[in-house]
């Protein structure tokens, strides 16, 4: 099974709780549940943290470049 | 007295005598009158009974013989000249026996002062009516003649003036001279050749008509009908310097421009040669000054065009620069935002998961008991002995059942 993306992952992640709260779910389903619930948010907050770092990044570049070079002076 | 003719048949004749007695008696009865001439070709001697003249008319030559007693005419002590200007009162006479016809003059008056002034205001508004003397007439003078001609006395000083006038202003200056008698009763006519003459030669552009001081009579041939007719038809223009300052004989009012002295019209024909080497240098120097001045104000214009140039780049520039610091702002916010959304709702449902944990339960003192068939929920299940698995918050271990409580 390839990597879930951010959306996919927190889509499920939001149905695992809503799944759990409704507690309808066998105990080991639960677990089961909880395990991989728990899986996804640490997925979900590895990327967030990833893409927070590319954007740090980003910015950083984008400060120290200036948008356009100075006009030449007058003769 | 009558005078009886032959009879040949039907034909009348008359003696030579008879003709001359009757023509002479018909001119004796014609009235006595007063007539203007030049007096010309005067004749007194002492053995004559009378002096004989002619009368000459100052226009067009016409000539009238006259004559006076000696006696009555050394009484009026005239002292006349060639070529005066008289007032003769007298009758017409036919010398009979040579039918010589003269006036035979009674009186002779000089033509004074009162009188010249008299005809030459007549001549004066004549000449005037005609036109001759109208401002709109007048042409301007050529700056560079290509020759000038000088109408004047032979011997006169205003023509060493012009000549020495002219070669000190423009030494290159091509003269031609005309010399003509400038008083006198032929001077008129004189002037007039003189006058057509160098007007006619080849490159004039302009004639100077000159002559100096003299008196009153010396300056008349200048005011002579047709000295000043000649004037105002010269076919080039005219400078007219006559007399001195205060005399205006009527040539000068008829000429293109009048000069006060022959050196004046000298000036007014001829440019002069340091004045136009200096306004030359003048025009060189302000045309340089220009140039100059010109030059600076397109360097200035330039200068202040590159400085507006550089403050409009500036100004785009920053405002380009702003432009691109707000998106890069909102670059960098509008992720952020959304990663921060993200994170809350990821946050939230971490939260709303960390409650359900399992594990939360156990860790407030609950355990799951399995056994063969999962997870045990009910009593029912259970048979004393049956082996079971309990976890634990931290751990876990296995265990019998030694009693049922149903």
Same mark, same amino acid.
């Given at each position: 099974?390839?990597?879930?993306?951010?959306?996919?992952?927190?889509?499920?992640?939001?149905?695992? /709780?809503?799944?759990?709260?409704? %507690?309808?779910?066998?105990?080991?389903?639960?677990?089961?549940?909880?395990?991989?619930?728990?899986?996804?948010?640490?997925?979900?907050?590895?990327?967030?943290?990833?893409?927070?770092?590319?954007?740090?990044?980003?910015?950083?570049?984008?400060?120290?470049?200036?948008?356009?070079?100075?006009?030449? $002076?007058?003769? | 007295?009558?005078?009886?003719?032959?009879?040949?048949?039907?034909?009348?004749?008359?003696?030579?005598?008879?003709?001359?007695?009757? /023509?002479?008696?018909?001119?004796?009865?014609?009235?006595?009158?007063?007539?203007?001439?030049? /007096?010309?070709?005067? =004749?007194?001697?002492?053995?004559?009974?009378?002096?004989?003249?002619?009368?000459?008319?100052?226009?067009?030559?016409?000539?009238?013989?006259?004559?006076?007693?000696?006696?009555?005419?050394?009484?009026?002590?005239?002292?006349?000249?060639?070529?005066?200007?008289?007032?003769?009162?007298?009758?017409?006479?036919?010398?009979?026996?040579?039918?010589?016809?003269?006036?035979?003059?009674?009186?002779?008056?000089?033509?004074?002062?009162?009188?010249?002034?008299?005809?030459?205001?007549?001549?004066?508004?004549?000449?005037?009516?005609?036109?001759?003397?109208?401002?709109?007439?007048?042409?301007?003078?050529?700056?560079?003649?290509?020759?000038?001609?000088? +109408?004047? %006395?032979?011997?006169?000083?205003?023509?060493?003036?012009?000549?020495?006038?002219?070669?000190?202003?423009?030494?290159?200056?091509?003269?031609?001279?005309?010399?003509?008698?400038?008083? %006198?009763?032929?001077?008129?006519?004189?002037? +007039?050749? $003189?006058?057509?003459? +160098?007007?006619?030669?080849?490159?004039?552009?302009?004639?100077?008509?000159?002559?100096?001081?003299?008196?009153?009579?010396?300056?008349?041939?200048?005011?002579?009908?047709?000295?000043?007719?000649?004037?105002?038809?010269?076919?080039?223009?005219?400078?007219?310097?006559?007399?001195?300052?205060?005399?205006?004989?009527?040539?000068?009012?008829?000429?293109?421009?009048?000069?006060?002295?022959?050196?004046?019209?000298?000036?007014?024909?001829?440019?002069?040669?340091?004045?136009?080497?200096?306004?030359?240098?003048?025009?060189?120097?302000?045309?340089?000054?220009?140039?100059?001045?010109?030059?600076?104000?397109?360097?200035?214009?330039?200068?202040?065009?590159?400085?507006?140039?550089?403050? %409009? $780049? =500036?100004?785009?520039?920053?405002?380009?620069?702003? =432009?691109?610091?707000?998106?890069?702002?909102?670059?960098?916010?509008?992720?952020?935002?959304?990663?921060?959304?993200?994170?809350?709702?990821?946050?939230?449902?971490?939260?709303?998961?960390?409650?359900?944990?399992?594990?939360?339960?156990?860790?407030?003192?609950?355990?799951?008991?399995?056994?063969?068939?999962?997870?045990?929920?009910?009593?029912?299940?259970?048979?004393?002995?049956?082996?079971?698995?309990?976890?634990?918050?931290?751990?876990?271990?296995?265990?019998?059942?030694?009693?049922?409580?149903?």
């Amino acid at each position: 099974m390839s990597e879930p993306t951010f959306e996919e992952a927190q889509r499920e992640l939001e149905a695992i /709780v809503e799944r759990l709260e409704r %507690g309808q779910a066998p105990l080991d389903e639960a677990i089961a549940l909880w395990e991989r619930g728990d899986e996804l948010l640490r997925l979900c907050l590895a990327r967030l943290d990833a893409a927070q770092g590319r954007i740090e990044e980003l910015a950083q570049r984008a400060e120290t470049a200036a948008p356009f070079p100075d006009p030449p $002076a007058p003769a | 007295m009558k005078v009886e003719p032959l009879h040949y048949g039907e034909r009348k004749v008359y003696s030579v005598a008879g003709f001359n007695r009757g /023509v002479a008696d018909w001119v004796a009865r014609l009235p006595t009158l007063w007539i203007e001439g030049e /007096v010309t070709e005067l =004749r007194r001697h002492e053995r004559w009974g009378s002096v004989f003249f002619t009368l000459k008319d100052p226009a067009d030559g016409a000539c009238l013989p006259a004559s006076m007693p000696r006696g009555r005419f050394d009484a009026l002590r005239l002292d006349l000249v060639d070529g005066e200007r008289v007032h003769v009162y007298g009758r017409p006479e036919l010398f009979a026996a040579k039918a010589d016809f003269r006036l035979r003059a009674l009186s002779i008056e000089r033509f004074g002062l009162g009188a010249h002034l008299a005809a030459l205001e007549g001549l004066k508004a004549t000449l005037a009516a005609d036109g001759l003397f109208a401002q709109a007439r007048k042409r301007p003078l050529p700056r560079f003649p290509r020759r000038v001609g000088v +109408v004047t %006395g032979n011997d006169a000083a205003a023509k060493r003036d012009v000549l020495t006038t002219i070669a000190s202003r423009f030494p290159a200056a091509d003269v031609l001279v005309a010399e003509t008698l400038v008083q %006198g009763p032929r001077a008129a006519a004189g002037i +007039v050749a $003189a006058l057509k003459a +160098v007007a006619a030669a080849p490159e004039v552009d302009v004639v100077v008509l000159t002559r100096g001081g003299g008196s009153f009579e010396d300056l008349l041939p200048f005011s002579d009908e047709r000295v000043v007719r000649a004037v105002a038809a010269c076919s080039v223009p005219v400078v007219s310097a006559v007399g001195h300052e205060q005399d205006t004989p009527l040539c000068d009012l008829a000429a293109d421009v009048r000069a006060s002295t022959p050196t004046a019209a000298a000036k007014l024909v001829v440019p002069d040669v340091e004045e136009l080497r200096r306004d030359l240098a003048r025009m060189r120097t302000s045309l340089e000054r220009c140039g100059h001045r010109a030059l600076e104000r397109e360097r200035q214009r330039l200068r202040r065009a590159g400085v507006a140039l550089e403050r %409009g $780049a =500036r100004r785009a520039h920053e405002q380009d620069a702003r =432009r691109v610091e707000l998106l890069q702002e909102r670059l960098r916010r509008g992720p952020e935002l959304l990663l921060e959304r993200r994170r809350a709702a990821v946050e939230r449902a971490g939260a709303r998961l960390g409650t359900l944990s399992p594990r939360s339960t156990l860790e407030r003192g609950y355990a799951i008991v399995r056994a063969e068939g999962g997870v045990v929920r009910s009593a029912e299940a259970l048979a004393t002995g049956d082996a079971v698995a309990v976890e634990l918050a931290e751990g876990g271990f296995g265990a019998r059942v030694e009693d049922v409580r149903r």
